[in-house]
């Protein structure tokens, strides 16, 4: 039996997730069927790793890159090379093959991690190192369909943050992490929050998010992807 083309279509969606914003150079795709990913912590060598990743899951799973649907990147706050090693990779997979990109902030990323690995976590605090004094923050918790947002994400001076977080009421266990997580940490030592120093945002958590936003047509063209540097400033201008 033929069947529908479109629900045939909507069941097997190829998405490639690509996560470079931190040490963590990761990458997962799925063919709407089997899910495969690759993690691994490159220091300063996303540029040397994230194609033969890629090419690797793709042989794997028997997909060609041009014949991707979409491919979700980590949008940041990052690192500065990192996000655009991640995001001009993505640029290029849909100038080759039309499909639509969608920026995932690293920070929910980073939270879907922790709590796919940590079920009795119920708020995650996550805090990326911004410009030197400065931290970027925020806060996500378990909700009934995934994880929600809480509150504002802040870009602020660490005093700033220690303030806005001391006087907040979150579920607990309430877990830190993240490139900042150790500093905030230091500073509130008496709220008996945990610190786990271990997490980067992993691609197969991207993926686990970019699905159900994609299934409801969001995404868009690479060019109008936002790079969040987490340091006041989110250019993107597409390659040329």
């Known amino acids: 039996m033929v069947g529908n083309p479109a629900r045939r279509r909507k069941l097997h969606v190829r998405v490639l997730a ?7 150079c990761s ?3 799925t063919d709407g069927v ?53 995001a001009s990779v993505a640029q290029g997979i849909a100038l080759a093959s039309g499909c639509r990109v969608l920026g995932v902030s690293s920070l929910e990323v980073l939270a879907a ?7 009795s976590a119920r708020t995650a ?6 410009r030197p004094g400065e931290l970027h923050v925020a806060v996500y918790g378990v909700a009934t369909e995934g994880i929600s947002y809480i509150a504002q994400t802040r870009l602020a001076p660490l005093d700033e943050v220690v303030a806005w977080l001391s006087g907040a009421a979150f579920a607990s266990p309430v877990v830190l992490v993240g490139g900042g ?8 030592s008496a709220s008996g929050w945990q610190v786990r120093l271990d997490f980067r945002p992993r691609a197969a ?4 998010l970019a699905l159900p936003r994609l299934a409801k047509g969001e995404g868009g063209d690479a060019a109008d992807l936002v790079l969040d540097y987490g340091t006041g400033t989110s250019a993107w201008r597409k390659a040329r």
């Open 205 to 208: 958590s991207l993926l686990g």
């Open 181 to 188: 997580a150790e500093a905030l940490a230091a500073r509130l």
């Open 125 to 130: 605090v996550c805090a990326q190192p911004a």
């Open 18 to 24: 690509i996560e470079t914003s931190t040490d963590a």
């Open 34 to 86: 089997v899910q495969r990913e690759d993690h691994r912590i490159v220091p300063r060598g996303h540029n040397r790793e994230v194609l033969a990743m890629i090419d690797g899951l793709c042989a794997a799973l028997d997909i060609v890159p041009r014949s991707l649907d979409a491919v979700a990147v980590g949008a940041g706050p990052g690192s500065f090379t990192g996000l655009r090693i991640g």
């Open 27 to 29: 990458v997962a795709l």
């Open 113 to 119: 991690t922790l709590f796919a690995d940590d079920a």
